[in-house]
């Protein structure tokens, strides 16, 4: 007798297939429909989630223009997903268009709702599309005679606690060879135990050694599972410590195609910007008009011309993680494109022109992801509450088991709303309603606790708002019932001998395990200025923030210091590229309205205006900036001399390994603002400060040596002496702090002493930087982080901002 098993995940078919005896075989769902269909259907007029988007995206901007709609009076971010979400749900409720229409009348809402589902079934037969609902309708009228079906003596729908109408419909259809064999639910879980984690970096951190030490006992990687409420909360903290604890992963991690950098530069043609990726631009946005499914073509074809994807090779020195990285992102890219060329025509969308196009494309690039981590199908799994359904494992890792997201917060939808959903249910269909998803969470919880013995449930009392959360109520009553307690684990217990036990007798010491893990990390990360000085202001500061971690949450749309200093550099970089050759005091209020014009074009496109609670304070801000670079521009003029700039954010160490003779097994990186060169071929390094500036004095003891690698930097990389390294405050219009080895340079008055030295002194100052930057790097990498600041806002006399004041445990005595 031949058996078809039949499962609701991939996860599950996987696992159960190793395990058919002879006779059977091991289908996911979507398989199996498709199996069924393929007798009567083209693959190729099947369309993905993209394309019913894109062509109900293009039926509600036609209805609206119509003037059809009754509710839907103007078009917001998030209708379109929404409402082919529901659209999806009532096809898997077998509720057609003519159905629709008769149950869907109670509001204008609803009756949108109808007139959109119908349009778009309209526009699929007219072109003799279906989407994957269709396929499950298909299915259903089709498997009773379907040959794939007959092949089968018997076959077993296994894991379907719940199912659509159009699934019961499928069974009915398929009749006495198709049975529902649910896998049992029995608790297995005996032995647990549960962390408390100061927050979710220290969570993920302390699992990992948990795993190691599972691992050295003999367990296999595939029988070890990770289980995660959200996994997308998680996904970059899981990378980061499997790459730490050398731990392989069977996890694909995701991030929207639109935060990848070939594809930003993609995105930056419209505004005709070239980039690595891109040394000419697309097309002349003024010039050519075509529909969207053309520019999709001439959007490939442009691609190709352009050695893509062969190019990201030499863009990145054949570096594997990054030409990986953007070559599933331009695959990706490619197939939305390919299917934007597919549907383009059809939907006889109107001529527009490559901004258009770019206008029109962006927004689905935020929704849609590409693969962005090496997953190993030998690693450790890591799975939704959702896909664990019949697994089994010898040992789970539940972690985020927060209340609020296990149990969830749910919230009722508000295009078919709760009571809605209930009348439907009431005259025969199955809407999920707050009742039913919150079954369906009880059964997660069932498979949970069935799919192995032995477990760890976890939860961070911190989350990213430093707001603190709560242990889920469910994994409280497993714990009550099974007699087990919670372990508080805090930073100081992540780098100890054993990970599990404290036997540092002195804070700010790590053991020899940890140190060779620090070791190698910092043997193949760059190190910033940025960072040095962070290690020379106090080692503690940067053990809180390189290694573990931890910074204070950035507010989103927050116009913080940060933001102000890449807008300020922008309009710098641009002025004085747009003046590289000549500026001339005479044309100082020509470039007064220049500078006013920048300042405005790049705020507005930088998007901080919507920071600003007021337009009023954007405009002061806008002003302050543009009359600040304004004077400092004055002031160049008449105290450059001969210099001249000739290189703008020059960049080292970034895409390729940079060092210096020094020390060749320390890699650097960073990016120098400015370069000037005088007519002897000397170099000046200029580097602008929105702040207070760093003088000498901090050069020398070491909190500060931005500078002299910046010298010593561009001294190897150009092959050129530098005469000097400048500090421009943009606040004081002027250069403020600096030193050099020559005091006739022509912006130094006669009255200023302090930073200019003679060539022995600068000599020491080079030397003595070298020597720091050795220091530095070989504590980091031995695991040295006293708590000796430097500099802190806790020594009056010589602060200095710092994140963790409330969690350090030193004092000034």
Not at 236 to 258: H, Q, R, T, V
Not at 291 to 313: C, T, V
Not at 464 to 479: G, R, T
């Amino acid at each position: 007798m031949r058996q078809l098993n039949v499962y609701p995940t991939s996860y599950l078919t996987e696992q159960e297939s190793q395990a058919q005896t002879a006779g059977e075989a091991a289908i996911f769902y979507e398989e199996f429909i498709r199996n069924i269909i393929k007798d009567v259907i083209d693959s190729k007029n099947i369309i993905g989630n993209f394309k019913r988007d894109i062509v109900i995206s293009r039926i509600f901007h036609s209805l609206q223009e119509k003037n059809q709609f009754k509710f839907f009076s103007e078009y917001r971010p998030g209708y379109v997903r929404r409402i082919s979400e529901v659209i999806k749900e009532l096809k898997l409720q077998g509720i057609t268009p003519d159905i629709a229409d008769k149950i869907l009348k109670d509001s204008p809402r609803l009756k949108d709702l109808a007139l959109i589902y119908r349009t778009y079934q309209d526009f699929l037969a007219e072109n003799l599309l279906c989407d994957l609902e269709d396929c499950q309708i298909i299915s259903r009228d089709y498997a009773g005679k379907a040959k794939y079906i007959e092949q089968f003596d018997k076959i077993c729908f296994r894991g379907f606690y719940r199912l659509y109408p159009i699934q019961k419909k499928v069974l009915e259809v398929i009749g006495d060879k198709g049975v529902i064999v649910n896998l049992p639910l029995e608790q297995k879980i005996k032995h647990v135990n549960a962390i408390k984690a100061q927050n979710k970096r220290i969570e993920i951190e302390y699992i990992s050694k948990m795993i190691l030490r599972d691992l050295e006992k003999g367990i296999p990687p595939q029988k070890i599972c990770i289980v995660l409420p959200k996994p997308k909360a998680y996904k970059y903290l899981l990378k980061d410590a499997a790459e730490e604890a050398n731990l392989s992963l069977n996890f694909d991690i995701k991030a929207p195609l639109i935060q990848n950098p070939f594809v930003k530069a993609f995105l930056r043609l419209v505004k005709e910007e070239t980039t690595d990726y891109f040394v000419q631009i697309l097309l002349k946005t003024n010039i050519s008009r075509h529909k969207i499914g053309k520019w999709a073509e001439i959007s490939k074809s442009f691609l190709a011309d352009n050695g893509y994807p062969n190019r990201f090779y030499n863009i990145h020195n054949n570096d594997p993680d990054f030409v990986k990285r953007d070559i599933t992102a331009f695959q990706a890219l490619i197939k939305l494109l390919d299917e934007l060329e597919d549907i383009g025509e059809m939907a006889g969308e109107e001529y527009t022109d490559f901004e258009g196009f770019i206008n029109f494309f962006a927004p689905y690039l935020r929704n849609y992801s590409y693969n962005c981590f090496d997953s190993d199908k030998e690693g450790i799994r890591i799975l939704s509450l959702e896909q664990i359904i019949g697994l089994k494992f010898e040992k789970i890792y539940a972690a985020g088991m927060i209340e609020g997201d296990f149990p969830a917060e749910l919230r009722p939808d508000w295009l078919i709303k709760e009571d809605e959903r209930k009348r439907l249910n009431e005259i025969g269909y199955s809407f999920d309603t707050i009742d039913s998803r919150l079954e369906d969470e009880q059964h997660c919880l069932k498979f949970l606790l069935a799919s192995s013995s032995t477990g760890c449930f976890s939860y961070p009392a911190v989350l990213e708002d430093n707001s603190s959360s709560l242990m889920s109520s469910y994994i409280e009553d497993i714990l009550y019932d099974l007699k087990a307690e919670v372990k508080d684990v805090r930073l100081e217990d992540m780098y100890t001998s054993t990970g599990f036990e404290n036997s540092s007798e002195t804070l700010g010491t790590i053991s020899e395990n940890t140190r060779k893990i620090l070791g190698k990390r910092f043997h193949e990360e760059p190190f910033s200025a940025a960072s040095l000085n962070m290690y020379g202001e106090c080692p503690y500061k940067f053990f809180l923030a390189r290694v573990i971690g931890l910074a204070a949450p950035d507010e989103e749309g927050e116009y913080t210091a940060v933001s102000r200093g890449s807008v300020i550099h922008k309009i710098l970089e641009i002025f004085f590229k747009n003046h590289k050759d000549t500026l001339e005091s005479i044309k100082l209020e020509e470039y007064e309205n220049e500078i006013i014009f920048l300042t405005e074009s790049v705020m507005e496109n930088s998007g901080v205006k919507e920071s600003f609670p007021h337009p009023l304070l954007f405009e002061i801000e806008k002003n302050e900036i543009a009359k600040s670079i304004t004077n400092y521009v004055g002031w160049y003029v008449a105290s450059r001399g001969d210099f001249k700039p000739i290189l703008f954010e020059l960049g080292f160490g970034s895409k390729k390994n940079f060092s210096l003779d020094f020390a060749p097994d320390i890699l650097l990186s960073g990016k120098i603002d400015r370069i000037d060169e005088d007519a002897q071929h000397r170099l000046l390094i200029i580097d602008y400060k929105s702040g207070s500036t760093p003088d000498i004095k901090e050069m020398e003891d070491g909190t500060n040596l931005q500078m002299p690698i910046y010298i010593l930097a561009a001294e190897h990389i150009l092959k050129k002496p530098v005469v000097g390294g400048a500090f421009v405050s943009v606040k004081k219009g002027a250069i403020d702090n600096f030193i050099v080895r020559d005091r006739d340079l022509p912006f130094i008055s006669k009255r200023q002493k302090k930073g200019i030295l003679t060539q022995e002194e600068w000599e020491t100052v080079m030397e003595k930087t070298k020597d720091t930057v050795r220091a530095y790097v070989n504590n980091i990498r031995e695991g040295k982080f006293p708590i000796e600041p430097k500099k802190c806002p806790k020594i009056q006399s010589y602060g200095s901002f710092c994140d963790f004041t409330q969690i350090c445990p030193w004092e000034e005595f």
